[in-house]
C-alpha cells in the first residue's frame, strides 16, 4: 500500500551511497565534505572518516574535517568550520557564502531529522533564495540570484565565478547598506517562507504523481522530492552586513556572539533563541494558534513527537490530513494543521567595539557546552590557550579553573569546540569517537559548528 511503498523509499534514500572525490561512502560520513581543504590525505581519508577507523591521535580524528578562510569582506577577518556524524548518515548540513556584490557574508548551519533530505535540500538552495531576495529589495535586476554569491562553501557543485566587477559592487554595496534593519530582515523573512513553500509545492506535486503512476518504478525525482517535504530541518543563518549582523533561527540550532570587554573579560551574548519547550514564548503561541488541544504540546514536544517547535519541511505537521492520506500514519490529535512553521525569528545586533567572533552551530554542542563555556573556548584558542608563562584567566568575572588532561592541538576554533563537547581530554574524546552509529546517539548527536572571526575595529574600515 501507499505506507509500505513510502517507507521503502525512505530506506532507499537513506541507505544510498554518497559519492565524494570518486569515493562511494555510507555510515556516518556526510557526503558534502567540504571547503577547499577537504581531506588532508585524500580518498583514503575519506574511507577512514566513513568507517570510523581509529587513528593514532585523538585531535587527528577531528581535525581530518576542519577549514579556515579568510574573506574579503570588511567586518569578517575569516571563519573555522568543522562538523562530527553520530547519525548515519549524518543529518547536519552547513554553507557558507561571501557576495562582493552584496557587500554580505552568510553563514547558514541546518540540523536534519528524520532524514537528511530537507537539510541537504536547504544546503543547496538557501543562498540562492536569500539572493533573490537582497537583491529584490535593492532593486538590482543586473545580478542573477545565482551569481551573487562569488564563493560558496559546503556545497557539492563549484562556485560560481567572481562576476559583478567593481562599478557594480560599489553602486550594490551603497545601496544594500541604505536598507534598515526591518528592510533586510523582511528580505530575510520573505526568503525562508518561500523556501518552504516551494519545498511543500515541490512535494505535493511529487504526491499527486505518485498516487496517479501507472505501473513500474518510482523515479528518483519524484522520490526525492517526497522525502524533503517530509523529512524536517532546523535551520540558522547569520548574515553579515557593513554594520549589522542579522540572525535568522528557525528551529534549536543557536548563535552566540563573543565580546571582549574593556577589563579584559568575555561575555556571551546570544543572537538567537531556542524554539522549543522550553522557550515560554513558543509555547505560548503553540496553545495560542491551537485553542482546546492540550496535546497540541505534549511530553515538551508537538504533538508529543516533535522536539522542535519551528522547522522547514516536516509537512506531516503541516498538511490537510487530506494531503497526508497514505503517506503517514497521523497520530489522533491531528486535527488543525499546521503545528510548526518556517517563520523564522530574527534577531539584527550592530557590531560593536569588542565583538571578537560569533559561534553558529546546531543543538548537539548546545547540549554539551553553555553559551558561556563555548565562548571561553573560543577566547582561550584566539588568546593563545594554556601557554606555560600564562595565568588563568577569569573569564567571566568568576574564580579562574585550570582544566587538566591535555588539549586539542589545533588554532581552528570549530576543532576546540568539538573537543570540549566531547569532555576536554584525550581519553574522554578517544573514548567517544571510538563509539559509532547507531549506539553513538545514546551519547551525543551530529555536531556541526561555525565560527566567525570579526575583524577588529582598527580593520574595519579597510
Known sequence: DMLLLLRTLKMRLLRRPLTFLGTACTGAFVGLLIFNRILPNGASSCVAVCTGVATSAAYTRLEISETSRTLRHPRVRSFDANFLPSNSPMEDRFVIGESLSLNAAAFSVIDGHKGHQCAEHLQRHLLGYLARTLLKGVAMKSTKPDDAWDTVTGMTWSPPPTSTGTAQSSVVKDTLSSLTPSAMEQCIREAFRSLDDDISAAGLAAVERLRKRSPGPVTESTESRIMEALSGACAIAAIVQSANVHVASVGDCRAVLGRKLANGTWTALPLSVDQNADNPAEV??????????PSAILWKRILGILMPFRSFGDFDYKWKRKELNGLVTLPPNYLTPPYVTAEPVITTHPLQEGDEFVIIASDGLWDKLSNEKAVQTVAECLEGSRKKSRTPTSWFGGPAVHEGGGCCCTQNAATRLLWAALGGTKESV??????????SRVFRD?????????????????
Request: aromatic share 0%.
Open 446 to 462: 551530529d555536531i556541526t559548528v561555525i565560527v566567525v572571526h570579526l575583524r577588529p575595529s582598527k580593520d574595519r574600515s579597510s
Open 284 to 293: 505560548k503561541r503553540v496553545k495560542d494558534a491551537h485553542p482546546g488541544e
Open 430 to 439: 578517544q573514548r567517544l569517537l571510538n563509539i559509532g552509529p547507531p549506539r
